[in-house]
């Protein structure tokens, strides 16, 4: 049997590559808050999803097989593990250095105001007590500056990270899962390629069956056409030998002594005569 080689189109490809985000994303960050891994930052959801996205278009082009579909899942997984933990380290960090000079500030007051007391009044407070050095060192450095240690901040607790959480237990989750949810994708995989053959199939024979009609009913058209234009031609020539009489059979030459009668006598007594 015929089994076409087929890809898939940039609207089938998007459509993919954008389900299989979705789902990858928002399982792999549930699991994380599951798991017990901290909250996920917002900015680190934007950036597996265009990450995941990137990597799934350039692989959504045709049939992939379960080893090719397990090692991506096992990969993007530790990836998105690790993303998700630098993220919430960060948050962590920040949030504790805000704290102390919260908690600093607090040091400095009593009383009601010093209970409801938010990080910018918290600084205030320190810069009126001479202490403005604790709040400019907790301060957002230039943009340049920030930049660089935030990059360089975001690959060491990167790399802690993954460090930290790279158990035994941990690898064997994430291995068992990428099988099992490859597994799945498999399944669903050559459900969708079946179904797009059988369709190029489909599609085929049909335009197969059309295009012999058309050829068919062409020939017949071309038939007629000479048909009708040999009739045309026989028509013509039978006018032409009948104008130029050349063609007509010769009259026979009428008789010297023939009698032509044409009819009865038109008197009485000629019947006599006849007699």
Request: proline letters at 5%; glycine letters at 10%; aromatic letters at 4%.
């Amino acid at each position: 049997m015929y089994v076409p080689v087929v890809r898939a189109s940039a609207g089938l490809r998007l459509l993919r590559a954008a389900v299989f985000t979705a789902a990858c994303v928002a399982l792999s960050a549930a699991a994380h808050l599951v798991a017990g891994g901290g909250a996920v930052p917002l900015w680190t959801l934007g950036v597996a999803v265009a990450a995941v996205f990137a990597v799934a278009v350039s692989l959504a082009g045709r049939e992939r097989a379960l080893p090719g579909i397990a090692a991506a899942l096992a990969l993007g997984q530790l990836a998105l593990h690790t993303l998700f933990t630098t993220g919430h380290l960060l948050a962590a960090r920040g949030s504790r250095d805000d704290g102390r000079l919260i908690e600093l500030a607090r040091g400095l007051l009593c009383g009601e105001r010093a209970a409801a007391l938010s990080l910018p009044q918290a600084r205030a407070v320190l810069a009126d007590a001479g202490l403005g050095h604790h709040a400019s060192a907790a301060a957002p450095a230039p943009a340049d500056a920030q930049l660089t240690l935030s990059v360089l901040d975001c690959v060491r607790l990167a790399v802690r990270g993954a460090l930290a959480t790279a158990s035994g237990p941990m690898l064997l989750g994430h291995l068992a899962a990428a099988l099992a949810a490859g597994w799945l994708l498999r399944r669903g995989e050559a459900a969708l390629w079946r179904l797009v053959r059988l369709s190029v199939l489909v599609l085929d024979g049909v335009l197969g069956e059309v295009s012999l009609r058309a050829l068919r009913d062409a020939l017949a058209w071309a038939r007629a056409l000479v048909a009708l234009r040999a009739g045309d031609v026989r028509a013509s020539e039978g006018r032409r030998v009948a104008e130029d009489g050349s063609g007509a059979p010769p009259e026979p030459e009428a008789l010297r002594h023939a009698v032509v009668r044409r009819g009865p006598p038109a008197r009485p007594q000629d019947f006599a005569l006849t007699a």
